[in-house]
């Protein structure tokens, strides 16, 4: 018997022979056997494993968008009721939210001491009219207690660093801002005591503060994809301004409202609740996080490559000659000392600075915190530009961290000079308010230059520069405190003409020694890449589990047809090739007790393909964020 099928306008004829009942009964239980001992598909939603691409974006199972199944860690206990997730934010821009507002309470608390000192020298003044005992403090004992922080801060930068690669950095990061919430507690009544308890206080905030930028770093290392690294970042980083914006007129209205001992205990709790909601919803890795989607997890997995299952440095192997002979590690350290001079300054000194122009404690808070809130809106705004610009290709990384560095450094010292000679009010907001604006800038500079250069040890060379910048802010109060001993208008463009010389210097070498292409060194051997992957291996770490969709079961070859071959191009007669994937499932996937589904064509030894495959395969996809904006060029394509 022969069967004729006719096409459309373009006929095209194809003959063959039906299979008699002898072929059927071969192919139904060649079927059977085949699915025997494949499991059924998972039937129904789970949303655990629904994926979100990027803020407030999500998909649906079986759509372009859906990835291979994957190993999530156990729930905790407080998971089973409320999933550790923030609306509308995918889980690494969470943890950049998060790490941002614990940036903003951490500098907050710095300015509560210098409000503190205007309520004491207005106190002096006035001889304690209000009933309260004013608090005197020699020069000496003010640039101790200015300083006290920063020896702290400087001593565990560089532990830092190494702890942040050996233990969890998000809970190192964690820990360390609670600790100082807490300390900061304990401020008032140390004030109270003696200057010494005071300093001793101060110094143990540091220590704890020490480890911040560093762990920040290490958190990173595992969360940002290459081409976001300038965005998370700076998103991050720019809590620290944010924390001056908030932290000096918050400091001065409840310093003028209920007393300086106010701020102090404002930010010990905020502090306390935050952390909190950080232990909640931070993990150390995107693979521990128990609902994060699939989707976002290969993608930063797969950005980050392979890299982060080296063997994390130790002291030993820590390539310390390397870093001692390397001209971008000292541009990166020098801009960091350029930065920490100028920033200190002006979060110690520019209230005392505006108190020169006749302004009230709240004024002085409100018309001081102008620039930085600048600052905390241009720095994530730059991080997207660097981002943009290195993306579309228009300058390599090493200009891009140039020039946005030396172009934020270079605006900020020739604003600092307007302010120097400023002789209003006026003036002297609208040079630093321009000033520390454009500095903002220089943040997708040196500030992530680390991540470029070498990835592995971004931990440690923050922890390295940042403490040596530290320097610069231990030595800040005290140079500034003897020139400026006299208060006069002539003592503080002294200051200023000097802070904008520190700028001039860090923008000449970092534009000269700067880089942003990974180095020789900071590249793994291959005795840590053979490592990678081998279970016998201590150092190994393990790697990403996925679960891929199961392949089909091969068919036997359909017993020869007689007549002509068939020659026909239309996918759906091409006999004995599988059929490819739909979703995440095998279209085969089902159980024998199930027997021949609605449609089955047992009696053709073959079920027709389905021309649409969702297969993922495990391939490193492009550096792109097309989680955020999922199109139908970005979905993923089988080549099978």
């Known amino acids: 018997m022969w069967l004729w099928l006719s096409g459309n306008r373009h006929q095209q004829y194809e003959e063959f022979e039906m299979p008699d009942q002898q072929q059927q009964q071969y192919s139904q239980m060649s079927d059977m056997q085949n699915l025997r001992d494949v499991q059924p598909p998972h039937l129904g939603y789970n949303k655990a494993e629904e994926a979100s691409f990027g803020p407030g974006g999500g998909e649906l199972p079986g759509t372009p968008q859906s990835a291979p199944e994957i190993e999530r860690p156990p729930l905790r206990h407080i998971d089973k009721y409320i999933r550790p997730e923030c609306p509308c934010l995918s889980k690494r821009y969470t943890v950049a939210v998060l790490t941002c507002v614990g940036f903003v309470i951490s500098f907050g608390m710095r300015c509560n001491m210098g409000m503190a000192k205007l309520q004491f020298e207005h106190r002096e003044k006035t001889n304690g009219s209000d009933g309260v005992a004013p608090i005197k403090w020699s020069v000496g004992v003010e640039s101790a207690v200015d ?335 003897h020139v400026t001993s006299d208060h006069s208008r002539e003592s503080w463009r002294t200051a200023f003409i000097l802070a904008a010389c520190v700028h001039f210097f860090g923008v000449t070498f970092y534009a000269i020694f700067a880089s942003g292409e990974l180095q020789s060194w900071a590249e793994p051997t291959a005795a840590e890449i053979a490592s990678w992957g081998h279970p016998d291996d201590p150092h190994a770490q393990k790697k990403l589990s996925i679960t891929p969709a199961v392949p089909p079961p091969p068919r036997p070859a359909p017993p020869p047809m007689a007549g002509p071959p068939a020659t026909s191009t239309n996918p759906f007669l091409n006999y004995g090739e599988p059929a490819p994937s739909y979703g995440s499932l095998d279209q085969a996937q089902m159980s024998s007790d199930w027997g021949p589904g609605y449609g089955s064509m047992g009696e053709s030894g073959s079920m027709p393909p389905i021309p649409y495959s969702n297969h993922v395969e495990p391939v490193q996809p492009e550096a792109r964020d097309f989680y955020q904006q999922p199109g139908p060029e970005d979905w993923p394509i089988n080549p099978h």
């Not at 702890?163 to 009544?189: D, E, H, M, Q, W």
């Not at 998370?232 to 980083?237: E, G, R």
């Not at 709240?362 to 530009?385: N, Q, R, S, W, Y």
Request: proline share 5%; charged share 10%; net charge positive.
């Open 147 to 481: 300083s006290s922080f920063f020896w702290g801060y400087l001593v565990t930068q560089v532990p830092g660093g190494f702890l942040a690669s050996k233990y969890p950095a998000n809970r190192i990061f964690g820990t360390a801002i609670a600790c100082s919430c807490f300390l900061n507690l304990l401020v008032p009544g140390a004030t109270v005591l003696h200057p010494t308890f005071l300093i001793i206080v101060r110094i143990l905030q540091g220590l704890v503060e020490g480890v911040t930028y560093p762990a920040c770093h290490g958190i990173w290392r595992f969360w940002a994809p290459p081409l976001e690294r300038s965005r998370l970042a700076t998103l991050a980083f720019c809590g620290s301004y944010a924390g001056v914006v908030l932290g000096m007129p918050l400091s001065g209205l409840l310093t003028a409202v209920l007393g300086w001992q106010a701020p102090f205990y404002f930010y010990g709790c905020i502090g306390l609740i935050w952390y909190l909601a950080w232990l909640w919803l931070t993990f150390e890795k995107p693979k521990y996080h128990p609902s994060i989607s699939a989707g976002e997890l290969i993608y930063i997995e797969q950005s980050i490559g392979e890299t982060t299952n080296v063997a994390m440095p130790t002291f030993k192997t820590t390539p310390w000659k390397a870093f001692a002979s390397s001209m971008p590690v000292y541009a990166i350290i020098v801009a960091n000392i350029c930065r920490s001079w100028n920033f200190y300054f002006l979060v110690l000194f520019q209230a005392a600075y505006l108190q020169t122009f006749n302004l009230k404690i709240a004024e002085t808070g409100f018309v001081g915190a102008l620039p930085h809130l600048l600052m905390a809106i241009i720095v994530p705004a730059g991080g997207l530009l660097a981002d943009h610009v290195r993306k579309k290709g228009i300058l390599s990384t090493t200009n891009v961290r140039k020039l946005f560095n030396c172009g934020g450094f270079g605006m900020e010292a020739i604003f600092f000079l307007v302010t120097a000679y400023a002789n209003s009010a006026t003036a002297a907001t609208i040079g630093l308010t321009f000033g520390v604006a454009f500095s903002g800038f220089a943040i997708s500079g040196y500030n992530v230059n680390h991540l470029d250069i070498a990835p592995r040890y971004a931990s440690i060379l923050m922890g390295m520069s940042n403490g040596i910048g530290t320097i610069a802010g231990l030595i800040c109060p005290i140079v500034i405190d």
